[in-house]
């Protein structure tokens, strides 16, 4: 168990629709990842938090969007959803902002777009 | 920007076979990279890091040394074993970790 908590495991919706993941990290972290795994696009970061604040913005669409609450946990949010969004999303946790910090994943949360 | 190129998988070995999994990577600095296993309905791991060049990396019998001249972070096990099966990434710290595409390696008795 890495300690790293996300709801829901699964979670079915319609293109259109509008989603929101959670993550609560482990209780000494103060960063947070998001990542979307898929088979043709294999794991791509989306952006990270870290205390609160946006650090960095890989390939996150302007659908998406996030947020990281005082406390600490955060929320990625999909709107207008399309079939190619279904993915397995992955949020990560590590105790500081550093290159070196080594990455809590959480088990992710399924998203099927039907 | 900085990126990860992992082997094609997937990889079948019999159990007690040598397993090279290769990895290079493009990079303007000198990034930290990694070794991430994902079991079967998990999340990914860490498994081994190096955060200079020539530093090796090891654990549970993998091993991985930063080659600057090669760019290059090659994950090696001298015997593998069935528990080893696996999906495995490379990666190397930027904005936001980057990850290879992975390879799966299954380990068959």
């Known amino acids: 168990d890495s300690g790293v908590t996300q709801t829901p495991k699964h979670l079915i919706t319609a293109t259109g629709q509008r989603v929101t993941l959670r993550c609560s990290p482990r209780s000494e972290d103060l960063s947070v990842y998001w990542y979307q795994q898929s088979l043709d696009q294999g794991l791509q970061f989306l952006i990270h938090?870290?205390?609160?604040?946006?650090?960095a913005k890989g390939n996150i669409l302007e659908r998406f969007s996030a947020q990281q609450f005082p406390d600490l946990h955060s929320e990625l949010n999909l709107s207008s959803l399309e079939l190619g969004d279904s993915a397995l999303y992955f949020c990560?946790?590590?105790?500081?902002?550093?290159?070196?910090?080594?990455?809590?994943f959480g088990s992710g949360t399924q998203l099927s777009v039907l | 920007g900085d990126s990860v190129t992992q082997m094609e998988g997937p990889v079948t070995l019999s159990e007690e076979a040598f397993l090279t999994i290769n990895c290079t990577y493009t990079?303007?600095?000198?990034?930290?990279l990694f070794w991430y296993v994902q079991y079967p309905g998990e999340g990914l791991q860490l498994l081994l890091k190096a955060t200079k060049a020539d530093d090796k990396g090891s654990n549970k019998g993998f091993e991985a040394t930063y080659r600057k001249e090669t760019t290059s972070f090659h994950l090696e096990k001298g015997s593998v074993q069935v528990s080893d099966s696996a999906v495995y990434f490379c990666a190397l710290s930027d904005l936001g970790m980057r990850f290879g595409a992975g390879t799966r390696l299954t380990v068959k008795p």
């Open positions: 990560a946790s590590s105790v500081d902002s550093g290159t070196n910090e080594k990455l809590f």
């Open positions: 990079a303007t600095g000198y990034p930290s």
């Open positions: 938090y870290y205390n609160g604040e946006e650090r």
